[in-house]
């Protein structure tokens, strides 16, 4: 079953403009990740953030999470062409103990123009 | 460094015919592994994952099964596809530590006819 549910579906904007993304989910969960999948290819792992932090930074982009609304974005600054891609959220949960497991959303397919 | 290999990348097969889809992991020892299928435009679906060889968890009921054969070998099998079965076939693996992030091969575009 899908837990996150990403928003919008699908973004277009101009190169130099910045991208956000949404998602929300509906469980208690360890950690969410956002995930990006250039067409046909493979998902490449972007940022984690635990549930105990609220915010986290790497190079361009930006992660909010925020618990209690049961939501996550994510801010894609300054963004190019080449950034064009879907974009996934994914929340972990916890299976066999340690071993973890995640659940992704549907998905925001992004577009750069340049 | 570590790296994830799937094969084939393209897979056209006719409806009752058997499927094996194979991926191997390279530069890690005892991984997490997992296949998910993404169905067009859709996200992904967690079909199985394994914590160990031989050990193997589905989430899914369905006509494929998986096994591990080997510590950095997992297949994914059917012996008669169904046209609901076409889709992107991605295998993943996490390690130990970071259990939480995921690591994805490139993927297997199967169509069934």
């Known amino acids: 079953s899908q837990q996150g549910e990403e928003d919008p579906q699908a973004l277009s904007i101009q190169e130099g403009e910045n991208a956000t993304m949404n998602c929300s989910y509906k469980?208690?969960?360890?950690?969410l990740q956002w995930y990006r999948q250039n067409s046909g290819r493979g998902l490449v792992h972007l940022i984690l953030i635990r549930s105990n932090e609220r915010e986290k930074h790497s190079g361009r982009l930006r992660v909010t999470l925020d618990t209690s609304k049961k939501s996550s974005s994510l801010l894609i600054t300054a963004s190019r062409a080449a950034d064009t891609a879907s974009y996934f959220c994914a929340t972990g949960r916890l299976l066999w103990g340690s071993q973890g497991n995640l659940i992704f959303g549907k998905g925001t397919k992004l577009s750069v123009k340049p | 460094s570590q790296t994830i290999h799937q094969w084939p990348a393209t897979l056209v097969q006719p409806v009752g015919s058997p499927l094996s889809l194979e991926c191997t992991v390279e530069?890690?020892?005892?991984?997490?592994l997992y296949w998910y299928r993404q169905a067009a435009g859709r996200g992904l679906q967690l079909l199985f994952y394994s914590v160990g060889i031989g050990q193997i968890s589905s989430e899914v009921p369905q006509n494929l099964s998986a096994s591990r054969p080997q510590d950095r070998q997992f297949i994914l099998s059917s012996k008669k596809l169904l046209l609901s079965d076409s889709g992107f076939y991605l295998c993943?693996?996490?390690?130990?530590?970071?259990?939480?992030?995921?690591?994805f091969g490139p993927g297997t575009r199967l169509t069934v006819t």
């Open positions: 530069g890690t020892s005892n991984p997490n």
């Open positions: 469980t208690s969960i360890n950690n």
């Open positions: 993943a693996w996490s390690g130990l530590r970071d259990s939480y992030e995921q690591y």
